[in-house]
């Protein structure tokens, strides 16, 4: 008789973190997992955004310049997936005002467009609190870490757990809690007024 059980079995590879910028013409929706957001200087160099490092900087001694960057951890309930969210300097200044009344971005619903179908144009942020009654949030990963891991940075620390095809996942910190209801979507939608259901 084979042993059912209703828990799906952690991955033993672990979870790899998808960075995520705001695409043309779809918003995205998501909960912030951390508490507070990271962020560093980066070029954009060989078709990628890669750091700015204070020393020896190869593409500072080219010319390229740089742009600040910041980083969040996510999660999202269309696919109960956590994701690394990148923002911009300004964009990032809206979450940080968001810190400074709330104390924590953690529980943040935010919703995050394209002004216009172009590319690079503005990104407007919408933020409300969750209700964290209702969402079980997976514990929030180390930021540095998971950034470090994107960029092949070694950190002494660093538990790099598993290479696929050269590209080191990222391991996130698993909830003790992993047969608890998944969160329940529909407290979560965004509605054009921007209000939740809970609301
Ligand atoms: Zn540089």
Same mark, same amino acid.
């Not at 619903?109 to 409300?128: G, I, P, W, Y």
């Not at 969402?135 to 950034?147: D, W, Y």
């Given at each position: 008789?084979?042993?059912?059980? @209703?828990?799906?079995? %952690?991955?033993?590879?672990?979870?790899?973190?998808?960075?995520?910028?705001?695409?043309?013409?779809?918003?995205?929706?998501?909960?912030?997992?951390?508490?507070?957001?990271?962020?560093?200087?980066?070029?954009?160099?060989?078709?990628?955004?890669?750091?700015?490092?204070?020393?020896?900087?190869?593409?500072?001694?080219?010319?390229?310049?740089?742009?600040?960057?910041?980083?969040? $951890?996510?999660?999202? @309930?269309?696919? !109960?997936?956590?994701?690394?969210?990148?923002?911009?300097?300004?964009?990032?200044?809206?979450?940080? =005002?968001?810190?400074?009344?709330?104390?924590?971005?953690?529980?943040?619903?935010?919703? =995050?467009?394209?002004?216009?179908?172009?590319?690079?144009?503005? #990104?407007?942020?919408?933020?409300?609190?969750?209700?964290?009654?209702?969402? !079980?949030?997976?514990?929030?990963?180390?930021?540095?870490?998971?950034?470090?891991?994107?960029? !092949?940075?070694?950190?002494?620390?660093? $538990?790099?757990?598993?290479?696929?095809?050269?590209?080191?996942? #990222?391991?996130?910190?698993? @909830?003790?809690?992993?047969?608890?209801?998944?969160? !329940?979507?529909?407290?979560?939608?965004?509605? %054009?007024?921007?209000?939740?259901?809970?609301?």
């Amino acid at each position: 008789m084979p042993a059912f059980t @209703t828990v799906i079995p %952690d991955d033993p590879r672990g979870h790899s973190l998808t960075l995520v910028r705001v695409p043309p013409g779809k918003p995205v929706v998501g909960i912030v997992v951390s508490d507070n957001l990271i962020g560093c200087a980066t070029h954009f160099w060989g078709g990628r955004t890669i750091p700015h490092e204070e020393q020896l900087c190869f593409p500072c001694s080219e010319g390229s310049p740089w742009r600040w960057h910041a980083w969040l $951890a996510a999660f999202s @309930t269309r696919n !109960n997936e956590m994701f690394l969210f990148e923002s911009t300097k300004r964009v990032a200044m809206i979450f940080a =005002a968001y810190r400074e009344t709330h104390g924590t971005l953690r529980g943040c619903v935010f919703k =995050a467009q394209r002004a216009t179908d172009a590319r690079n144009s503005r #990104v407007r942020l919408e933020l409300k609190p969750g209700d964290l009654r209702s969402i !079980n949030l997976p514990e929030e990963p180390n930021l540095v870490k998971c950034m470090s891991m994107i960029w !092949n940075i070694k950190l002494p620390d660093l $538990a790099v757990e598993c290479v696929i095809d050269g590209i080191p996942a #990222v391991r996130t910190i698993s @909830t003790p809690d992993n047969d608890k209801p998944l969160p !329940n979507q529909t407290n979560l939608k965004f509605h %054009d007024e921007s209000r939740s259901e809970t609301a």
